[in-house]
């Protein structure tokens, strides 16, 4: 069995983190293997969604893999429709190791997007899996969890990043 690649994971700090992802012109070979490297980088990092640009790959796709579901795929993604209704839940980020804090997203999301075949699909979620996939969605448009937090909650959460990071 061929040993699966696997891509660095940037870290808070790194601009390429910062900014907003490219529209993939052409779905083929290449992307599929990129969504493939992208599934496996996610499991080895034990999460349950990971975009291009987390591993500085800066095309508008992310991947998505809860447990018992099947890992998926979205690639030039759009947000069609988010709930007025929100909801506060605990995130994290494989690019902000170590830091989990209550974020409000909508409830529900429906977004529409191609798969790594190039056939398009919409799909409704609601629960973890829209957490997940609007937090995934940031990550194309440059945005962290963090930034959805209030000013004085933030400062305090990248203070404590900071300390972490000069023990």
């Not at 969604?49 to 796709?61: C, D, E, H, S, Y």
């Not at 448009?141 to 004085?152: M, N, Q, V, W």
Request: hydrophobic share 40%; proline share 4%; charged share 30%.
């Amino acid at each position: 069995m061929e040993k699966m690649e696997k891509m660095e994971i940037l870290i808070l700090g790194n601009e390429l983190l910062r900014q907003k992802a490219e529209q993939i012109t052409r779905i083929n070979g290449e992307i599929a293997h990129v969504a493939d490297t992208l599934l496996n980088t996610l499991h080895l990092g034990k999460g349950v969604g990971l975009a291009g640009p987390q591993v500085g790959v800066m095309k508008r796709i992310f991947v998505v893999h809860l447990d018992k579901d099947v890992p998926r795929v979205f690639i030039n993604p759009s947000l069609l429709e988010t709930s007025e209704e929100t909801v506060k839940y605990e995130e994290g980020c494989l690019s902000i190791p170590g830091v989990w804090v209550e974020v409000i997203r909508p409830k529900t999301v429906r977004i529409q997007a191609w798969n790594e075949q190039g056939r398009p699909f919409t799909q409704d979620a609601d629960g973890i899996l829209a957490r997940v996939i609007l937090h995934e969605f940031d990550h194309l448009e440059g945005t962290l969890f963090i930034d959805r937090l209030s000013p004085a909650k933030r400062k305090r959460i990248l203070a404590k990043i900071e300390k972490q990071r000069r023990v």
